[in-house]
């Protein structure tokens, strides 16, 4: 699975951490470091990351389902990366 992580929009809450352990971790108080591919047996502590994340601020694309924790209709892929993801909110 693949994981996107906006980091523009996240703010270091840290629920993703603390969640799924052995794909997101804390540098420091703020900075999130993540690991870009995940395995299936991660799904389920993925998802829980995904919807706890106050910002949703994480997408995990599996190749047939995509989780997006931001609104439906925002664009899928590397446009949120640059912070041009959001459209007409």
């Not at 951490?17 to 108080?29: N, Q």
């Not at 106050?54 to 389902?65: K, T």
């Not at 609104?71 to 459209?87: I, K, L, N, R, S």
């Amino acid at each position: 699975m693949r994981v996107v992580v906006d980091l523009n929009r996240c703010q270091g809450y840290a629920q993703c951490a603390f969640l799924a352990p052995d794909v997101f971790r804390m540098h420091g108080d703020e900075a999130l470091l993540y690991a870009p591919r995940a395995g299936a047996e991660e799904r389920e502590r993925l998802a829980q990351a995904v919807a706890a994340c106050p910002v949703q601020a994480i997408l995990v694309d599996d190749g047939d389902e995509k989780q997006d924790a931001r609104a439906a209709g925002a664009p899928v892929g590397g446009a949120q990366a640059d912070g041009h993801g959001g459209g007409g909110r």
